[in-house]
Nanobody, 117 residues
Framework: QVQLVESGGGLVQPGGSLRLSCATS????????MGWYRQTPGKQRELVTQ???????NYADSVKGRFTISRNNAKNTVYLQMNSLKPEDTAVYYC???????????WGQGTQVTVSP
């Protein structure tokens, strides 16, 4: 069974940084894409960033220039480096993985990021 385990959330002041990690229980090459969504109460989950098997990435306009997605293939882990954090970045962040051989995505349990003075 595929598992995605997230870590790294927490409370940070505006302008600060956090790094989220998402470790998979299978080879990272099992996935066509991996990335991060975020969700706040009463709102739909929104895509923050994703990285494709070939290495291409994309970002939501709201985080471009501040967030960076990367991966460590040997550790089967994807990272989200978040810099210059703003209060509006406060959300539960979910890691997801899109398999190459299945139409069903896998999801992590979510990690809370709170940006507040």
């Amino acid at each position: 069974q595929v598992q995605l385990v997230e870590s790294g959330g927490g409370l940070v002041q505006p302008g600060g940084s956090l790094r989220l990690s998402c470790a998979t229980s299978v080879s990272i090459f099992s996935f066509y894409a991996m990335g991060w969504y975020r969700q706040t109460p009463g709102k739909q989950r929104e895509l923050v960033t994703q990285i494709f098997s070939g290495g291409n990435t994309n970002y939501a306009d709201s985080v471009k220039g501040r967030f960076t997605i990367s991966r460590n293939n040997a550790k089967n882990t994807v990272y989200l480096q978040m810099n210059s954090l703003k209060p509006e970045d406060t959300a539960v962040y979910y890691c997801y993985a899109q398999p190459t051989s299945s139409p069903y995505d896998y999801w992590g349990q979510g990690t809370q990021v709170t940006v507040s003075p």
